[in-house]
């Protein structure tokens, strides 16, 4: 995290006193991290929308930890809608605040075009239930990775030069950070690059740090500037085709683009297998593999 955003927080960290009890030490976390958030208001001043952001992901927390007790319970089930309309959803939608993209357990864009919506998808988030088993755990893991390497190929056979993008998924109050990227000639590689739990604890030890939030909340704006910036680029990328369009004069013949033209090249078709052996697999694309010359 940026030093001058975790200089803000102090405030809250310094709150938490190991002599006084758990609902001594939420009220003065939570006193802390209101008067904060009065003070770097985003509505008043734009600049202040990331560290409003990770004020806000403290705040859930606490009215988690007090309010709903059961998504951090073993012995009380909580299906995954408790978890996204108690904790993550505020959450996500509160971090594409002030851009243009909204939040469908999808990361997309809205764009009007010849009077019909169209939405362009830039990222994917994926939730279920605490301990949802292997099973369910490696289904969700690669239907994040396919509609990752959907959205890829799409970027791709369009002619615009965006080969990764990210990806969310989370499992009750567990969340891991995910990119996929179109690395060689049907080569995908999906890499996990940070994982976070959501606890019950208020200690600010070194092992068991509130920090540790703020550390998911950077991740997080990470993750929606990434989201941005391919919005960015495939925006250009239109903006320049349709330029080209509209020239009522013959174009130049545009120099051949080897790179592009060789990833596209790259891309397989897509095959999720069935996550019981009562379904029936369906048919495999005809360019899942390399073709031999």
């Known amino acids: 995290m940026v030093a001058s955003q975790t200089e803000i927080l102090k405030p809250i960290f310094k709150a938490y006193n190991?002599?006084?009890?758990?609902?001594?030490?939420?009220?003065?976390?939570?006193?802390?991290?209101?008067k904060l958030t009065e003070q770097n208001d985003p509505e008043i001043d734009i600049s202040k929308k990331d560290i409003?952001?990770?004020i806000h992901v403290m705040l859930q927390i606490l009215m988690a930890i007090k309010h709903e007790p059961g998504l951090f319970s073993d012995t009380v089930h909580s299906s995954e809608w408790d978890?996204?309309?108690?904790?993550?959803?505020?959450?996500?939608?509160?971090?594409?605040?002030?851009?243009?993209?909204?939040?469908?357990?999808r990361i997309i864009h809205d764009s009007i075009k010849q009077r019909y919506n169209v939405e362009n998808e830039v990222g994917v988030a994926e939730v279920a239930e605490e301990n949802p088993g292997s099973v369910k755990f490696n289904s969700d893991r690669c239907k994040v990775l396919i509609e990752s390497k959907a959205i890829v190929d799409r970027f791709i056979l369009d002619g615009c030069h965006?080969?990764?993008?990210?990806?969310?998924?989370?499992?009750?109050?567990?969340?891991?950070?995910?990119?996929?990227?179109?690395?060689?000639?049907?080569?995908?590689?999906?890499?996990?690059?940070?994982?976070?739990?959501?606890?019950?604890?208020l200690d600010t030890s070194p092992l068991n740090s509130l920090e540790k939030y703020m550390e998911l909340a950077f991740n997080l704006l990470c993750f929606k500037d990434r989201c941005i910036e391919i919005y960015n680029i495939y925006e250009n990328h239109l903006a320049s085709s349709r330029g080209q369009q509209k020239s009522g004069k013959c174009p130049a013949p545009r120099p051949i683009d080897d790179d592009m033209s060789t990833k596209q090249t790259w891309i397989r078709g897509s095959w999720n297998p069935p996550r019981t052996i009562k379904t029936t697999p369906p048919p495999e694309p005809s360019n899942l593999y390399v073709q031999e010359q």
């Open 83 to 105: 978890y996204i309309v108690k904790l993550w959803g505020p959450i996500t939608q509160r971090l594409f605040y002030f851009s243009v993209l909204k939040v469908d357990l």
């Open 52 to 54: 409003s952001f990770c």
């Open 162 to 201: 965006i080969d990764n993008v990210d990806s969310l998924q989370i499992c009750g109050m567990e969340v891991y950070f995910i990119k996929l990227e179109l690395r060689d000639n049907g080569l995908y590689i999906g890499t996990q690059h940070y994982h976070s739990v959501v606890d019950d604890s």
């Open 18 to 34: 190991p002599a006084n009890t758990s609902d001594e030490n939420w009220t003065a976390l939570y006193v802390q991290a209101k």
